[in-house]
T-cell receptor, first 115, second 118 residues
Framework: AQTVTQSQPEMSVQEAETVTLSCTYD???????LFWYKQPPSRQMILVIR??????QNATENRFSVNFQKAAKSFSLKISDSQLGDAAMYFC????????????FGKGTKLTVNP | DTGVSQDPRHKITKRGQNVTFRCDPI?????LYWYRQTLGQGPEFLTY????????KSRLLSDRFSAERPKGSFSTLEIQRTEQGDSAMYLC????????????????FGPGTRLTVL
């Protein structure tokens, strides 16, 4: 079974600063993918970034990057130069290829960006 | 492409009534997923389809819940005899699986249907 744990229910950051959101996961599958999704208030879930487990290189997407530590089963999201529009719930999720092929989500981290 | 769409966006019903939600995936996507999200929680998997075949159902999906994807395009999720505990956001997502381990695996979500059972 897959599990995803986000230990920070809430985080805050000053505009233009950098913030890191934590995520740990567990899976018995060898082929899996990890995702960060953003859900603004009353708006739909948007993909932020994706990481294939077989890739050692950390994924980056503009101001968003991940620190993927496979041995530690850790997958943190770093947001650089934070903007007011980054304020949202952030969900970490895993998808195991060949196992139960569904996204398993953490409980989320609410990010507040202070002007 | 207009993305994943869901209808209705909001539904208020009385306990005991039946409700049906519709999801239209991204047109070329062959996989369609349903999730349920309650306040303050991450989405929880309910079921998914590969084309018209329903391949997996969660234990969360009681006998009162049924989902269909008759032509491999849009999907419906029906809840019979609704209960107050069914109040939640119902999310639909779609993805493209092209087999041979080459799936994109990335799921794109619709705006959701918020169900309130009085």
């Amino acid at each position: 079974a897959q599990t995803v744990t986000q230990s920070q229910p809430e985080m805050s950051v000053q505009e233009a600063e950098t913030v890191t959101l934590s995520c740990t996961y567990d899976t018995s599958e060898s082929d899996y993918y990890l995702f960060w999704y953003k859900q603004p208030p009353s708006r739909q879930m948007i993909l932020v970034i994706r990481q294939e487990a077989y890739k050692q290189q950390n994924a980056t997407e503009n101001r968003f990057s991940v620190n993927f530590q496979k041995a530690a089963k850790s997958f943190s999201l770093k947001i650089s130069d934070s903007q007011l529009g980054d304020a949202a719930m952030y969900f970490c999720a895993s998808f195991a290829q060949g196992g139960s092929e569904k996204l398993v989500f953490g409980k989320g981290t609410k990010l507040t960006v202070n002007p | 492409d207009t993305g994943v769409s869901q209808d209705p966006r909001h539904k208020i019903t009385k306990r005991g009534q039946n409700v049906t939600f519709r999801c239209d995936p991204i047109s070329e996507h062959n996989r369609l997923y349903w999730y349920r999200q309650t306040l303050g929680q991450g989405p929880e998997f309910l079921t998914y389809f590969q084309n018209e075949a329903q391949l997996e159902k969660s234990r969360l999906l009681s006998d009162r819940f049924s989902a269909e994807r008759p032509k491999g395009s849009f999907s419906t999720l029906e809840i019979q005899r609704t209960e107050q505990g069914d109040s939640a956001m119902y999310l639909c997502a779609s993805s493209l699986d092209i087999g041979s381990g080459a799936s994109t695996d990335t799921q794109y979500f619709g705006p959701g249907t918020r169900l309130t059972v009085l």
